[in-house]
């Protein structure tokens, strides 16, 4: 009897260990595929670039003064003062009147920008068309939110128009703290984003959603077309999404003093990502940032992630309205999961190089 007792304890232990494997070998997947569904994996590996980066340069007043570019015909004059915690530009194309008037009206709004600590202005060029200049000057009158250089508006000039806004914001706001470079069809949580910048204290900072190991598109008839002489690499380095990245002002002229004299690639935020590990300064993943996709349209959603891509101007504002209805309704904890589960990215054609 005592031999059977034995036996089957034997086989009792056996087996919960052999469990108690198991259930440690399941919860260790569950626990990778969460966090790399949500994002957190790629925050944690990005934390690991520096190693791989240069130490950041000292910066030279020469090279920065050396950048050949266009001069500015729209400047808002005393716009930073008194300095926001957040500068954010918005890119935006002359004909698209209608999704600057929305962001007026929704995130980057008067009493918006006043509780957030931000100031919302857009980055423009040159139109084609005289009625098109003549209106954006009126637009510039009526709002003083325009910054616009002497250069065509156009995809190919892309990359010399984030550079100018770049120039803009560190001959003009100075005193701001951060920098949110973004497109003109992406609805900020303006809110929610300074509070999230407010607890960040590092010096050199590039955050966004981070591309990875993205191969240069060779192929001339492609319009995001890099040559071998303007980058020779097989890959380019780990860059943030244009959508929407995050320089600390820290960060701005250590970027600018890398970008010589051209000429540049026409994929902008490939561009900052290389002027970033040029200067040492290497990008950090955040989650909460969504890059190229858009996310399901719903109030928990918009008040957890900081950006969505690809809102019309209507979207915009019942996106807008959701936020200020729901006030402080309860979230359920995976809604960061299910937020970017769900999402819809686009195809990287329709995403510069990534």
């Known amino acids: 009897m005592r031999l059977i007792i034995a036996a089957c304890l034997r086989l009792f232990c056996i087996h919960r260990r052999r469990w108690s494997s198991m259930f440690l070998l399941l919860s260790s997947l569950l626990l990778l595929l969460f966090l790399s569904l949500s994002g957190y994996l790629e925050e944690c590996l990005s934390r690991t670039l520096p190693i791989f980066y240069p130490n950041p340069s000292q910066l030279s007043s020469s090279r920065l003064a050396s950048i050949p570019l ?26 698209h009147r209608d999704r600057r008037d929305a962001i007026r009206q929704t995130w980057g709004s008067l009493s918006s920008a006043t509780s957030s600590s931000s100031l919302t202005l857009f980055v423009l060029a040159v139109p084609d068309k005289a009625e098109e200049r003549s209106a954006l000057v009126h637009e510039a009158v009526a709002h003083g939110d325009i910054i616009q250089a002497n250069f065509t508006d156009s995809y190919r000039n892309l990359t010399l128009k984030t550079l100018t806004g770049l120039v803009w914001a560190l001959q003009k706001c100075q005193g701001a703290r951060f920098l949110l470079k973004t497109d003109d069809d992406v609805f900020v949580n303006i809110l929610a984003l300074s509070a999230f910048l407010k607890e960040q204290h590092q010096e050199l900072q590039y955050l966004g959603r981070i591309h990875w190991h993205v191969p240069p598109f060779r192929d001339p008839e492609n319009r995001h077309y890099v040559s071998h002489e303007l980058y020779g690499g097989d890959h380019f380095p780990p860059y943030c999404s244009g959508t929407s990245y995050i320089l600390s002002l820290g960060a701005v002229g250590h970027l600018l003093q890398e970008a010589g004299n051209g000429p540049w690639p026409t994929v902008e935020d490939v561009y900052t990502g290389i002027l970033a590990k040029a200067a040492g300064i290497a990008p950090q993943h955040v989650a909460k940032i969504a890059g190229s996709a858009s996310i399901p349209h719903n109030s928990c959603c918009y008040r957890t992630m900081f950006t969505s891509h690809k809102l019309k101007p209507r979207g915009m504002q019942e996106a807008w309205n959701m936020l200020k209805e729901e006030g402080d309704h309860w979230c359920p904890p995976l809604t960061l999961l299910f937020c970017r589960t769900f999402g819809q990215p686009l195809d990287p054609e329709e995403n510069g190089a990534g």
């Open 70 to 95: 266009p001069p500015f015909l729209l400047s808002p004059a005393n716009a930073c003062s008194p300095s926001p915690l957040l500068l954010v530009l918005v890119f935006s194309a002359p004909s």
